[in-house]
């Protein structure tokens, strides 16, 4: 037995008939002439080897095949209609699915006033997030596994774009007990003496060559994978930290903050992306990026500031 062929047409105009029950205002409905109307359906029924309608001079009813034939066809075009919808808007970057990956310092940044206006104008998109440290957001995004991370700079991979969304300038967190906690700000020659602890990576290499110009090495205690637990240990008194201003956000019991001055130190915030990444959704997320960053502005940052990266 060869396959059954039916086009869409058929289906609408059966559709447009089973809902009026009148062949007139379904061919009205259709803008098509009433006895097109009439021979598609009667053309469909030939197809199917089944009569779909009861006609009669004063009306038009359906069998127990049409019903069938109505309730099934009438799901499949909705189906069909949500398909067409789904794909328009993601091809308008409206839905589809964003991964974001971002380091602990990108909590205490824009980052989430990002996330926030990104569910705002894409109501309908899925969003994916993943903490990891700078580096493993880094390897992320040269390998592609994800769209778009968070992470301190400078971003260096010739491979990724960034964009600069916030810089904050530097904040010494100490124990409450700390000698320099009366102090209302501190410099670096202040803390010559001290223990610190640090997340590692080239904000602390930044730090110590800054150290190093101000007369001393600083003194590494413990290094650590995150703001958190860095706060955790200055609260237990193991050292203190240099950290972005953004710190105070999540500040515990314990330790106090008190800004750093006098020094060129600044802790850049970016976000980067694949060059080769231009699904419409990561398009349209950097795009929201830029205009967050120029509304943003780059202060507390100036020239000539030594970029701290990840330091703490």
């Known amino acids: 037995m060869p396959p059954v062929v039916i086009e869409i047409r058929h289906v609408r105009a059966f559709l447009a008939v089973a809902s009026e029950l009148h062949f007139g205002r379904a061919a009205n409905q259709l803008n098509i002439a009433q006895p097109a109307l009439s021979r598609t359906i009667q053309n469909l029924e030939a197809i199917l080897g089944v009569q779909l309608l009861e006609r009669s001079t004063r009306s038009v009813q359906l069998t127990p095949a049409g019903q069938l034939f109505r309730d099934q066809f009438g799901k499949l075009m909705r189906q069909m209609k949500d398909a067409v919808q789904a ?82 300038l530097p904040v010494v967190v100490m124990p409450v007990s700390h000698r320099l906690s009366l102090k209302t700000k501190l410099t670096l020659a ?71 001055v006098e020094t060129p130190l600044s802790f850049d915030l970016h976000c980067a992306w ?16 830029a205009r967050f960053a120029a509304g943003q502005g780059s202060e507390p940052a100036a020239m000539g500031r030594v970029h701290a990266g990840t330091a703490s």
Request: aromatic share 4%.
């Open 274 to 289: 694949h060059r080769e990444n231009t699904s419409r959704i990561v398009v349209d997320f950097a795009a929201l990026v």
């Open 87 to 168: 794909t328009q808007r993601m091809g308008r970057g409206e839905t589809g699915l964003l991964s974001v990956a971002y380091a602990d310092a990108a909590l205490c940044g824009p980052m989430p006033e990002i996330i926030r206006r990104f569910r705002r104008d894409n109501p309908n998109a899925k969003l994916e997030l993943t903490q990891g440290s700078p580096e493993t957001v880094l390897q992320l995004l040269a390998d592609r596994r994800i769209d778009c991370g968070f992470l301190p700079g400078p971003v260096r991979d010739v491979r990724l774009d960034a964009r600069c969304i916030h810089s904050d």
């Open 190 to 260: 202040d803390l010559a003496r001290e223990r610190f602890v640090t997340c590692g990576g080239e904000g602390w290499e930044n730090l110590q060559r800054l150290c190093l110009k101000a007369g001393f090495l600083p003194q590494l205690h413990q290094e650590v994978p995150h703001q958190d637990a860095l706060l955790a240990f200055v609260a237990a008194e193991a050292g203190i930290g240099v950290c972005p201003a953004g710190v105070q956000m999540s500040a515990r019991s314990g330790v106090v903050i008190r800004p750093l």
